[in-house]
């Protein structure tokens, strides 16, 4: 079994996972209903996704594990989500700015696995496809509104993208396990990547007349290497809660 | 006028002293789907949005959440123009027999 | 034309089983009426998302994740179907909801209790929509138009959340022993409340004839809670699990499942404010409405500078 296969496998449904959950949160708070069901949806499009990468990297691993294991059993250290997707929700500018980043990074990211080697990687980035198009189209569409809107909701949309900044270079900054996989077709070039990113970045900062943030000389990351913030672990106290409860139990 | 009546006056008030600016509600908007080519767009019910881009996308997680869909059409409800109840009768009513406007008034090839 | 006339010519078109449209004339009464049960039960839907939501983040497995959160989208879905059909009688969304955050507006009280276990996820989808559905069933019946069709909508959708509800409760009844409590112990405490739902026996409920008589009701509070229970207790056998009713019995004769006396004080308390969660329900709407202000203004901003 490909152990570095395993590990991206993880990368990408621990990524989806923890971000749908906490989209999910919003689910009877949000600004108006309709906007309700639209985050609701694209949770469930997320962990739909993430219970795919995560069932194929159980799979691969044959150690008798499934998703729902990997899912609920793990602890924060063994978890290798990016920082961004802990990040709380905030207020709902917040939220919109840590999905702008996360597709800005994601749906590249997810055309270019289409062309994986890996026949089933590329068969469950290509059907995420669609749903990826729907998001970016949701989520930029409320970055223009509350960029352009009126004075609160711009400042509060600034303040979001200075908070999040951050967290951006660890999505598009490859570390040797991504160097491995893109050399081998499994995985994508994030170095190739990363000017597309940034020029993308650009010009959704300028049509919403945002002030691009100061570029840091120490980014945050370790994610990918199990070292989160403190905020994993109370999300996934609270996610694995039931489940832990009951060991053994099925549902 | 008993007690909730006179509650109900005082909201009246109370709302209509509301400035404009207090209220947030988004335009009204309906929503039509076509299931499949070839069939019509039907209404399916309205949406609340501020866009006709946002009106699209809400009407889509509203109504099109099952399959199959093939077209969405938004108009705001503004937009709509309709017959009333009363117009009905002289604007849509079925008028005296008009034969010249079916098939079987007109004598076919073979009759 | 008298308004005795219009009346005698709309209780005619009620008859012959016509549907009212909205621009059609109608007794102020039938309108003011079908805005109070269109309203409400939007209301219920929206806050219902409550409970439920309370376990999304809890939800033990991926499936059972994804599922909650697919029911509790439908429940805003719900709501927004049936707001949309209250203002076809002139009102608005706006003011529909500002009466609910103000404590003026009704909402169906089962959701003034709290949902203290996974268990009660399972409970809740498989009596109280269970409950739901034969309400919404006889609503599609219902004389006025856009609730007519907006309940053919929210029945089709509704199917899967019964069938979840009863998926997890089975799962849990034969489970692990841990699990087996965890669901006898929620339907100890959501049966009756799930019974109450039908409202109050008929001879106490005030809207009833009028409401029957507009072919609005087809069926009484009494005959639906007794439809109810005819379905639910030889679902609960099947689990397997016990009733909280000790006086439950079938009657051969009627064939019927006879239930024991419901507490209509413990109903009557909780409707009017005396439940556990009645504040928290609606302190969470109205946090939800207020902190929402800055985005719907945004959005309206924005598009005000589109056109």
């Given at each position: 079994m490909s152990r570095e296969l395993f590990e991206y496998l993880l990368r990408l449904g621990d990524d989806r996972l923890v971000l749908g959950h906490r989209l999910s949160e919003w689910c009877g708070h949000a600004p108006i209903l309709e906007e309700d069901i639209a985050l609701a949806n694209l949770a469930l499009d997320l962990i739909g996704q993430a219970s795919q990468f995560l069932a194929l990297a159980a799979e691969l691993e044959g150690a008798g594990r499934d998703a729902d294991a990997l899912a609920f059993l793990r602890g924060p250290t063994e978890f290798r989500s990016c920082l961004l997707v802990e990040q709380p929700n905030g207020d709902f500018a917040r939220t919109i700015a840590r999905q702008v980043l996360f597709d800005t990074a994601g749906a590249p990211l997810l055309a270019a696995l289409t062309?994986?080697?890996d026949a089933r990687l590329a068969a469950i980035a290509g059907a995420a496809q669609n749903e990826v198009r729907y998001h970016v189209r949701h989520a930029r569409g409320w970055w223009l509104r509350l960029g352009l809107g009126t004075e609160e909701s711009h400042a509060r949309l600034q303040s979001a993208l200075d908070e999040l900044w951050p967290f951006t270079a660890e999505l598009v900054t490859p570390d040797a396990l991504d160097r491995a996989l893109a050399a081998s077709g499994v995985g994508a070039d994030l170095a190739a990547l990363q000017p597309v990113f940034t020029r993308d970045l650009q010009g959704l900062m300028a049509q919403a007349k945002l002030q691009p943030p100061a570029p840091l000389p120490y980014p945050a990351s370790g994610g990918r290497a199990?070292?989160?913030?403190?905020h994993l672990d109370h999300l996934l106290s609270e996610m694995q809660s039931v489940a832990r409860a009951h060991p053994g139990a099925s549902w | 006028m008993g007690a909730r009546g006179r509650r109900s006056v005082r909201r009246k008030a109370a709302l209509a002293r509301k400035p404009q600016a207090a209220r947030t509600e988004w335009a009204l908007w309906e929503v039509f789907v076509q299931e499949k080519t070839g069939q019509p767009h039907e209404h399916a019910g309205s949406v609340h949005a501020p866009d006709a881009e946002l009106a699209l996308e809400n009407a889509r997680d509203t109504y099109a959440r099952r399959g199959p869909v093939t077209s969405l059409w938004v108009v705001e409800a503004r937009h709509i123009s309709s017959t009333t109840p009363d117009d009905s009768p002289f604007l849509l009513g079925p008028g005296p027999a008009k034969l010249y406007r079916h098939p079987r008034f007109y004598k076919g090839a073979k009759e | 034309m008298t308004n005795a006339e219009r009346e005698r010519r709309f209780q005619a078109r009620i008859d012959a089983g016509e549907k009212i449209e909205p621009k059609d004339w109608m007794p102020e009464s039938y309108r003011r009426q079908l805005v109070r049960m269109m309203s409400q039960h939007a209301h219920s839907e929206i806050v219902g998302q409550l409970p439920e939501g309370n376990w999304i983040t809890r939800a033990p497995s991926l499936r059972r994740k994804l599922g909650l959160l697919a029911k509790v989208q439908d429940e805003a879905g719900h709501g927004l179907y049936l707001y949309a059909a209250a203002e076809t009688l002139g009102v608005s969304r706006e003011d529909l909801i500002e009466a609910l955050l103000q404590g003026e507006a009704k909402y169906?009280?089962?959701?003034?209790?709290?949902?203290?276990?996974?268990?009660d996820i399972g409970a809740i989808g498989w009596l109280v929509d269970g409950a739901a559905i034969l309400n919404q069933t006889m609503l599609t019946k219902c004389s006025y138009g856009p609730y007519a069709r907006a309940m053919v909508r929210i029945c089709k959708e509704e199917r899967f959340h019964e069938r979840q509800g009863y998926e997890i409760m089975r799962a849990l009844a034969q489970g692990t022993p841990a699990q087996r409590a965890m669901a006898q112990d929620a339907l100890n405490r959501w049966w009756w409340p799930t019974l109450m739902m039908f409202g109050p026996p008929d001879g106490d409920s005030v809207h009833n004839d009028a409401l029957m008589a507009w072919g609005?009701?087809?069926?009484?509070n009494d005959e639906l809670r007794q439809w109810f229970v005819d379905l639910a207790v030889p679902q609960a056998r099947a689990l397997p699990l016990e009733i909280p009713d000790p006086a439950l019995r079938f009657d051969e004769a009627t064939g019927h499942w006879q239930h024991g006396p419901i507490d209509w004080d413990e109903f009557w308390r909780v409707v009017r404010g005396?439940?556990?969660?009645n504040r928290e329900r609606l302190r969470a709407r109205r946090e939800a409405d207020e902190e929402g202000r800055w985005v719907r203004e945004a959005a309206e901003a924005y598009g005000e500078k589109q056109r």
């Open positions: 062309r994986s080697a199990g070292k989160h913030g403190e | - | 169906s009280s089962i959701f003034n209790y709290p949902t203290l276990t996974w268990a609005v009701k087809q069926k009484s005396g439940g556990i969660c």
